[in-house]
């Protein structure tokens, strides 16, 4: 499925609200504003005194607006109310789990590139803390096997829709190999929306090239675990497992990868992990250059080729849990 309509674009001193949150019995009462579709500047939609009709709703829907702006002076408030109404999604009993996750997952992901636009360190913090407090609870749960998570995911070429997925996966591995208690699966989770938050230092131009990397390049977009871990090492809201997640998550036990060539437990638990999801993801969705490889391609292309580096415990666990329904 295309995410790329779903996505909302950073307007400088705006918050986008995504639609699919609002219902006419539950309008935020600040002045909404849409984005003009021929010039893309934001024009006043409804101002906070009016009442949204369903007859609105369902005409927004219809012409594939997908997101509304209010002025950051709301910032807080458009903030909390976004968190309540995710709260109330994921508990909907009367909506599959897959549709709870999929809604959900549609919307972060606009959420999270509007915070990575910005390229405030902090917003992208806030972003992610909430987006995986709101995940982990879907994906904790027994009935949600990897295989099935794996169905319900954008395969894009996006930095964002790539963290987002890794973040996933790297929960429901950490979950079935139990690496670590429940309680520090949203941790896990940030770690995963972060890990390749240096790509924010890196150039457009190389992330999205529509060809190979020539050899300089490549250099420079290898610089992105080093550019992340500058970007959040003085920081006391990252731990130092997270932080070796963004360090470490393109080195290879066996020698072969980057940064500084780090071995076998020099790695950390935690980027041993990120590593194997990372490279089964990159595998399934497209690339500029390439088309997606099917599940069982990408796993017998890991078995022959890739997966010498990779932690083989975490590996093999990896294949046996998205085999799983
Ligand atoms: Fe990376």
């Known amino acids: 499925m295309a995410s790329t309509s779903t996505i909302a674009t950073q307007c400088l001193g705006y918050t986008p609200i995504p639609v699919a949150l609002l219902s006419a019995d539950e309008v935020p009462a600040v002045d909404l504003y849409r984005k003009d ?26 012409s594939e607006t997908n997101w509304l702006y209010a002025t950051d002076i709301d910032h807080d408030e458009m903030q909390r109310f976004i968190r309540r109404k995710l709260d109330v999604l994921i508990r909907d009993e009367t909506l599959s789990l897959r549709d709870r996750f999929g809604k959900l ?16 360190t902090d917003e992208v913090m806030r972003s992610a803390g909430n987006i995986s407090s709101l995940a982990v609870r879907l994906l904790c749960r027994d009935d949600m096997a990897a295989g099935d998570l794996i169905s319900l995911l954008h395969h894009d070429y996006l930095t964002v829709t790539h963290s987002l997925n890794v973040s996933y996966m790297m929960v429901a591995l950490a979950r079935d190999l139990r690496l670590v208690g429940n309680d520090e699966l949203t941790a896990v989770a940030t770690a995963g929306i972060l890990h390749d938050i240096g790509k924010l230092s890196v150039s457009e131009r190389i992330l999205t090239k529509n060809d190979r990397l020539q050899r300089r390049e490549q250099r420079v977009a290898q610089k992105h675990p080093a550019l992340g871990f500058r970007r959040l ?25 980057y940064p500084v060539s780090a071995v076998g437990d020099e790695i950390h638990p935690w980027a041993r992990l990120c590593s194997v999801v990372n490279v089964f993801e990159s595998l399934i969705s497209n690339r500029p250059y390439r088309a997606r490889y099917s599940l069982n391609e990408a796993l017998s292309m890991m078995d022959q080729h890739l997966s010498d580096g990779l932690d083989q415990e975490m590996y093999q666990c990896w294949k046996q849990s998205i085999r799983k329904k």
């Open 37 to 62: 579709s021929e010039t893309g500047r934001l024009r006043l939609y409804r101002a906070a005194n009016l009442p949204m009709q369903p007859e609105d709703l369902q005409r927004l829907i219809e």
């Open 105 to 120: 997952n549609q919307v972060v992901e606009g959420l999270l590139t509007s915070a990575f636009q910005t390229n405030d």
């Open 233 to 257: 090492g003085k920081r006391t809201d990252v731990s130092y497992a997270q932080l070796m997640v963004v360090y470490q998550h393109h080195e290879r036990t066996n020698g072969k990868g």
